[in-house]
Every structure is written in C-alpha cells, then in structure tokens.
C-alpha cells in the first residue's frame, strides 16, 4: 500500500479521483466543464436518451470527447425495452427475454454482435449490457423482460453469447447486476430491494451467470444496489467490500473493471449521499463510478473533493485509486481491439422477434380492427421509450387508454361488428389493467390478448400472443402474425 498524505491541492491525486467517474450531462453536444475534466483525467461519460439524437449526431458526440481526453463512452443498450441509440422510437432489436425464449445461443451472439458493431461506429466503447439476472420474481419492477428468463443455466448459456457477440465488435461488455437483481420485488432507483437468498443459494442460482462471463472474458461487470443480507448486511452491494472484494474479486476470481449501478439512485442517495456513497464503493472494490444523469457539474467537483479527503483521512486508501487506475488503463487498452462489422440490424432484429414471438388459439383475420392498447407507466431503467403498434397497423384504428379511466362501455360499443385486439405490457404487475382486460373479454371472448411484457398472467380461452417485450422488432413480428 502507498503511503501518501493527501494534499487537496495536489493535481495527481485529484486526476485520480476523477479517473474513477462516468458522468452525465444533458443534451445533444459536450458541455465545456465536461471537455474541461476529460483534459484534466476524468474516466469519462455516460449518455442517455436525451444525448442521442441520432448515429450521425452521435458519432459527431463521441468524436469530440475522445479529443479531449481518453474516455470511457458507456451507456445501457440492452436491445427490447432498454435502448439510448433508440430511445425515441423503439429498439429494432428484441431483449434478453425474447432471446431467451427462442434459447438460440448463435442468434443470441449475432444479435448482441450487431448491437456492439452500431455502438462502435457511432464511438461508444463500453455497454452496460447484458442483463445476467436470473429473473425468479415475476413480479420483479426493474428486471423482467431484461432478463433472458428464470433458469439459471439458460441465462449463463445467454450471457455468454451475448459477451463474446459485444466483445468480437470491440465494444467491452459490462455484465449486470452483481450479485443478481433477478430475486427483489423492488426497484433500487427508489429504495434498497432485498435478496433474501442464503450464500449456498446465491452461488447455485445468482452467480452462475457471473461466473461463466467472467470465464468467457467480459471486460467489466455492473454493481446491484441490492442487500443480500448473507452477504452483505443492511449494506448494498455497491458499496459492499463482501460483495465486491472478497466475493467477486476473491472467491470468483474477476480482474477487470467494476463499475457501479448508478449512484445518484435513491437505494445510495437517500442513506449514504452522493459523494459519501461515491466513497464507500471505491473503498468497497469499484474501479469507475457511474453517477447517472441526475448530478451536476457542482455536484462531480464535491465527489472529487470528498474522494481527495477520504485518502487523506484514511477512509480510502490511495492504493485502491491506483488499482482502479491500472485496471481501467487495461480497459482503455483493449478497446477498439476488433474490426466492427457490416450491422445485421434490419435483418437479425427482427428475424429473432419473429422466432420469439408465440401464439395461443387461433389469428383469424382481423375486419377493421380496433386496437386497445392500455397504458403501462414506464419505469426509471427503461424511461419513456415508445411501444406499441401505432406505426405499424396502418390498417387499423390503435387508441391508448390509462387503465384507471377506461371506457369499457364505450369500447365495446366502439368495438361493434369489428375485430378487437387488446395490448397490454406486464399486465400480471397491475391490477387495473387486468380488470380492463378481464371486463372486455366478459363481452368480447372473440378478441384477440397481446402481451408485450412477460406472459405471466394469460386469460383462458383467447387468442393470446406473447413478446417477451415491447421493442419496435417486437410489435413488427406481432402485427405480420395478426395478420394486418
């Protein structure tokens, strides 16, 4: 271990500290404080739906930061409902959920192998993706159809298709969220979920995923803000030394990069703080802090300040800042290390919907439809993405209700002599829409149920189609089986 007395003023400690931030920013262009830190040492960004307004504009984006510095280029592109190049009008690439349900490993690999080449044409280096959550909890808010399913063996199989289909692009894959996410019922962007597995558990069930990434070489691994209390006490593991020094970096044997789930979410902010939280999970074993899109400029100077006090007081050794230098310097190295490809998107995408998408009963053909689609609020993780059939069922007439002030009356009625089809998205997780659903049926069994969530909750008797998610390649692959 170094022996250092922190000096505030001392510019080789504060690069340091800054080494370890991805940050954020709002957005089409860079501001100047972010090229500013990028010259002065920052690991670098994070983006967002709000920073991509398309490849061209991103590639320009990209191009920028990486004159000012060497920086780490992340964000979540996870295909299905999880998508930043394509926040604005869905994924053309279905999700874990809908690969898993076809268990192709080789069109699992080609699909992630296309996702990682559009990332590296338009600059971006590191993808918070895959999902490793073996998702056992249906009624699990954050994960669900982010997951490639419940069996622990076809989520490792998947994971590691999906790392190595990132990794031949060049794009370094961050395997999410150690130590699994897939067990809570609640979401870590508002308090700290519990996963209440014994260790023996954990290992049989959670970890298997891990390990087999981490056989199959994935360049970094993602955080959970989740407690385990075998493991980690009232601690989450982001800032859990159990979890991420002796457990991932001890027993599981992992060297690369660990970068944590977004700090600025409320399962950190709301007991640790920002920059204390930032703190503790640099001292815990993480080698680059995601902030998310929440902090400021000002904020990132009080992090690096609280970071340069920390080793001065003996709360972080320096000789963890220079660990996690070294192991991102390892990162920046290998980045850029494959030739990107020619993308499969508009071919591979939509190839997997259709493999994934699943009918029960009979699709007659539809006589001037009427589409119901009932309103599913969007979670923090995914955001406000469009989903739906919308654009792709120009033959029919689409309307969007709230489940809470449904006219079902007036449906039905508006519904008479024609075909209906009601769409609805994790409809097992809400009460209101199931009872929309259910009363509808009551009068209409004939209509025709889409579910573009997890297929947890299936009304008896109808015509039912499955997703396994609501990504533009999704709804596609359901309209050509409707028929329309």
Known sequence: MSEFIADPSDRG???LAAGTLLVAFRGTTAPEWVLRDLENGLGGVTLFGFN????AQLSGLTARLREAGEPVISLDEEGGDVTRLDYHVGSPYPGNAA??????????RRVYRSIGDDLARCGVNLDMAPSADVNTADDNPVIGTRSFGPDTALVARHTVAAVHG?????VAACVKHFPGHGAT??????EIPLVDASLELLRERELVPFRAAIDAGTRSIMTAHVRVPALTGTTPATLSAAALTVLLRGELGYDGVIVSDALDMKAVTDTYGLAGGSVLSLAAGTDLLCLGPLPTEDDVRRIITEIVAAVGDGRLPLARLEAAAERVARLRAWFGTSQTGQAEKNVIGLAAARRAVSLTGSASPLVDPLVVEVDTPPTIAVGDVPWGFAPLLPQAEVVRVKPETADVPGILERATG????????????????????????AARPDATVVEMGLPIWRPEGVTYLATYGAARANAQAAAELLGV
């Open 52 to 55: 991509v307004a398309d490849p």
């Open 13 to 15: 400690l504060r690069r």
């Open 99 to 108: 690969l898993g349900a076809v268990d192709d490993v080789e069109l699992t």
């Open 418 to 441: 024609r075909s209906l089809v009601v769409v609805v998205k994790d409809a097992h997780r809400y009460e209101a829409s199931k009872s929309v659903v259910s009363a509808l049926l």
């Open 185 to 190: 019922r609640q979401d870590s962007h508002l």
């Open 166 to 170: 990132l990794q031949a692009a060049g």
